[in-house]
């Protein structure tokens, strides 16, 4: 029982350390972003915060104009887009 517990948290362990290298990458991307109430943004993503609660965005464009600095709630996104990802393979 033990030995599977310890599996389980390997596993989820690798897990967690991959997305939160693939979060890393993201920074500075230009992102695609589909909201709530059928609102569709764009804007150069920046760092999550630890609870993945929220993102720092830059240059937001959005339906009513354009705002430099936003954070933006992971809570009313359904999907962010990210095309041509630029992996850093150092």
Known sequence: MDTDL????????????RFLR???????Q???????EK???SCK???VD??????????LLTPMGT????????SDMFGIRVDNLKLDQS
């Open 45 to 47: 993503l920046g760092p």
């Open 30 to 36: 230009d992102a695609f972003i589909k909201m709530h």
């Open 50 to 59: 630890l609870d993945i609660q929220h993102i720092q965005v830059t240059d």
């Open 39 to 41: 609102t569709n943004v």
């Open 67 to 74: 705002v430099p600095n936003a954070i933006l709630r992971t």
């Open 6 to 17: 310890s599996k389980q948290q390997e596993h989820r362990t690798l897990l967690r350390e």
């Open 22 to 28: 693939v979060m890393a990458t993201t920074v500075g």
